[in-house]
C-alpha cells in the first residue's frame, strides 16, 4: 500500500537566523543612537527597546548587558556597520587593501585613507566611552582593551613595513609602532578636523605625509 502521507520536512533555520541578525542590527543601532543622543546613563535598555521596536528582554538577548550594547555599537561603528563587525579584521576590504600592497608609501597612503572614515564613526562612541569609565571598572576595561587591540595591530602594520624593507635605517618596529599610534590618535583627527575644520582629504594628506616622512626611507 502506498503511503500518501507528506514526507516530513526538514528544519531550514535560515530565516529564523536571518530575522535574528535583523532585530540585533535594529537594537546595535537603536542603541547607537541613544548612546550618543543621551549618554551611556541616559541610554537606558527601555529606551533602547522602543526605539528598535522591540521587547526589553530582546535587548539583553541581543549583547551582555548596556556595556555590551556599547561595545557591539563601537565594534559596528570600527568596521562600518553591524553586519561587517562579525567579518574578521584583515579581510574588511580597507584592511585587506593595506595588507596586499607591497610598496610601503602606497601602504601608508592606503592606511591614512581609511582614518578619517573610521574616527569620524567610532569617534563620538568612544567619548562616550571615555565619559563613563570614569566611574565605571567595567567601561575602564573595555576602554583598555580597545586601546590594547588598536597597538596590537598597529605593531602588526608597523611590522609588515618593516618586513619589506620600508622602514628608514635605525627604526625599530617599537618605535615605528609608537609613530603610527600617535599621528593617527583620534586626539589629532579631533584637534584638526573637528577643532579646526580640515576637511577629510585635508586631513588624509597630512597623515599620508608624516607618516612617510617620519618613517620611510627617503630613498
Not at 569617534?123 to 575602564?140: I, M, N
Not at 608597523?158 to 593617527?184: K, M, Y
Not at 584638526?192 to 576637511?199: C, D, E, I, Q, Y
Amino acid at each position: 500500500m502506498i503511503n500518501s502521507a507528506s514526507p516530513r520536512r526538514r528544519y531550514d533555520g535560515t530565516g529564523r537566523r536571518r530575522e535574528a541578525a535583523h532585530t540585533r542590527t535594529r537594537v546595535i543601532e537603536a542603541a547607537t543612537r541613544a548612546f550618543l543622543a543621551h549618554g551611556y546613563a541616559g541610554a537606558t535598555i527601555p529606551r533602547i527597546a522602543a526605539a528598535a521596536g522591540v521587547a526589553v528582554e530582546t535587548v539583553y538577548r541581543s549583547a551582555a548587558g548596556k556595556a555590551g550594547l556599547l561595545e557591539a555599537a563601537v565594534q559596528a561603528a570600527l568596521a562600518g556597520g553591524v553586519a561587517r563587525a562579525d567579518v574578521d579584521v584583515d579581510e574588511r576590504p580597507a584592511i585587506r587593501a593595506v595588507i596586499v600592497e607591497t610598496d610601503p608609501r602606497r601602504q601608508l597612503a592606503a592606511y591614512a585613507a581609511s582614518q578619517p572614515g573610521v574616527w569620524s564613526r567610532v569617534g563620538p562612541l568612544l567619548r562616550v566611552l571615555d565619559a563613563a569609565a570614569a566611574s565605571d571598572e567595567a567601561l575602564q576595561a573595555l576602554r583598555d582593551q580597545h586601546a590594547e587591540f588598536r597597538l596590537t595591530g598597529l605593531r602588526r602594520f608597523a611590522a609588515l613595513l618593516a618586513e619589506r624593507g620600508g622602514l628608514r635605517p635605525g627604526l625599530t618596529v617599537d618605535r615605528a609602532t609608537d609613530i603610527i599610534w600617535t599621528v593617527c590618535a583620534q586626539a589629532n583627527y579631533d584637534s584638526l578636523v573637528r577643532a579646526r575644520g580640515w576637511s577629510h582629504d585635508e586631513y588624509r594628506a597630512w597623515l599620508t605625509d608624516t607618516l612617510t616622512a617620519h618613517l620611510l626611507t627617503t630613498a
